[in-house]
T-cell receptor
Framework: RKEVEQDPGPFNVPEGATVAFNCTYSNSASQSFFWYRQDCRKEPKLLMSVYSSGNEDGRFTAQLNRASQYISLLIRDSKLSDSATYLC???????????FGKGTKLSVKP | GAGVSQTPSNKVTEKGKYVELRCDPI?????LYWYRQSLGQGPEFLIY????????DSGLPNDRFFAVRPEGSVSTLKIQRTERGDSAVYLC?????????????FGPGTRLLVL
């Protein structure tokens, strides 16, 4: 089983739609959780850190469920500019490196 | 301010050749990471530096891969006897300090193609 798994894509949604991505992690020692956004042929950029209490940034909401070992990202009122690949990343207590999922591609259509 | 920079942006080489990839982290960042990303995959960890020393090199796939950071700033990833399977985007990231809550900022990557 992969350490970090994400919903297979692509997700094709119309503008204005709400879309949710899930990510599961296998190691219960995972301590920190992140969502990165990656545009085609560009580097990953941090979208949100994910905290135990959940957190929101404008149209984006991230949730963490430690008991079930998954994190989620909700995007409301999708914009064309949200089209990208969304990468889930975790790291463990004693490790500096991030472990990434494969990413989920989102295409928002007019 | 300047972000993480990587050179070259693209590198084409022949199987069996030696390549060096350079990463210049954000000024003042003590932690530096190398990742490799193949098509359709997420970035895969290679090696992580705290200052000048490699804190974790468990992701290096074999002994053809080596990285240095002699002065605690710029890092070079070195690949000997390149193979076609080494073709990927090599990403460098840095963070202000090591730590699981610290944001890692990525550079634009070096696209390596081994023919």
């Amino acid at each position: 089983r992969k350490e970090v798994e994400q919903d297979p894509g692509p997700f094709n949604v119309p503008e204005g739609a709400t879309v949710a991505f899930n990510c599961t992690y296998s190691n219960s020692a995972s301590q920190s959780f992140f969502w990165y956004r990656q545009d085609c042929r560009k580097e990953p950029k941090l979208l949100m850190s994910v905290y135990s209490s959940g957190n929101e940034d404008g149209r984006f909401t991230a949730q963490l469920n430690r008991a079930s070992q998954y994190i989620s990202l909700l995007i409301r009122d999708s914009k064309l500019s949200d089209s990208a690949t969304y990468l889930c990343a975790v790291n463990m207590y004693d490790q500096g490196n991030l472990i990434f999922g494969k990413g989920t591609k989102l295409s928002v259509k007019p | 301010g300047a972000g993480v920079s990587q050179t070259p942006s693209n590198k084409v080489t022949e199987k069996g050749k030696y390549v060096e990839l350079r990463c210049d982290p954000i000024s003042g960042h003590t932690a530096l990471y190398w990742y490799r990303q193949s098509l359709g995959q997420g970035p895969e960890f290679l090696i992580y530096f705290q200052g000048t020393g490699a804190a974790d090199d468990s992701g290096l796939p074999n002994d053809r891969f080596f990285a240095v950071r002699p002065e605690g700033s710029v890092s070079t990833l070195k690949i000997q006897r390149t193979e076609r399977g080494d073709s990927a985007v090599y990403l460098c990231a840095s963070s202000l300090i090591p730590g699981i809550q610290e944001t890692q900022y990525f550079g634009p990557g070096t696209r390596l193609l081994v023919l």
